[in-house]
């Protein structure tokens, strides 16, 4: 069966400092990928997805990117942490072909804090 | 581009009370689905259900059902008899059938669902 897994669970970062968010996902090949962030307020907003290594769409400037090295690993990282970069991010997954009608499985999140 | 309308932020409900949960999407597509998924206060979303644009039929899975009109372009979603347990974030999404296949799902804001005993 299909797990993913997301970490670190929960994360307390100063402003500036780097960042790196990593999830993996086991028991499927060439899985679409996606990075969801979860703000007080304004529900889940899709910040990157990659449908194969090296393939990375950003949906929203910000200073946060995305890299794909491996099939079935997927990681968010940033340079210098802002306090608007605050919140509960997830991954998830969906077969490759099927992003459109195929639901997305969830990691547990990590909720990062930015002080 | 598509996009998800929950108006409802919050819901407070007592416990056997169903309630409704509203949800409005925007597509200029003619091919797409919906979905709704599910948020407990532990953080991990659970999918509930999708439905695609071509399938207008409801949907009764237990207490809960799905109300799907593209008439009105609205996918409403209600819990008969209310459970504590029901008490969650609730997201509505939409996804369209783009010619690449890869179209990623937009959410709405979600609606806070609580049932208080």
Same mark, same amino acid.
């Given at each position: ?115 | =581009?598509?996009?998800?309308?929950? =108006? ?21 597509? &003619? ?40 008439? &009105? ?45």
């Amino acid at each position: 069966s299909q797990t993913i897994h997301q970490w670190p669970a929960t994360l307390v970062q100063p402003v500036g400092s780097p960042l790196s968010l990593e999830c993996t996902v086991e028991g499927t090949s060439n899985p679409n990928l996606y990075w969801y962030r979860q703000a007080a307020g304004r529900g889940l907003q899709l910040l990157f997805y990659s449908v194969g290594i090296g393939q990375i769409s950003s949906e929203v400037p910000q200073n946060l990117s995305a890299s794909r090295p491996q099939d079935r690993q997927f990681i968010l990282s940033s340079k210098k942490l802002l306090l608007s970069d605050s919140g509960f991010y997830l991954c998830a997954w969906n077969p490759l072909g099927d992003a459109y009608n195929s639901p997305l499985h969830f990691g547990n999140g990590t909720r990062l804090t930015v002080t | =581009a598509q996009k998800v309308t929950q =108006a409802q932020t919050e819901i407070s409900v007592v416990e056997k009370e169903d309630v409704t949960l509203d949800c409005v999407y925007e597509t200029r597509d &003619t091919t797409y689905y919906l979905f709704w998924y599910k948020q407990p206060p532990s953080g991990e979303l659970v999918f509930l259900i999708r439905r695609n644009s071509f399938d207008e039929q409801n949907e009764i899975s237990g207490r809960y059902s799905w109300n799907f009109q593209k008439s &009105t372009s609205s996918f409403n979603f209600t819990i008969t008899a209310s459970q504590v347990v029901d008490s969650a974030v609730y997201f509505c999404a939409l996804s369209e059938g783009g010619n690449s296949g890869n179209t990623p799902l937009v959410f709405g804001k979600g609606t806070r669902l609580s049932v208080i005993a």
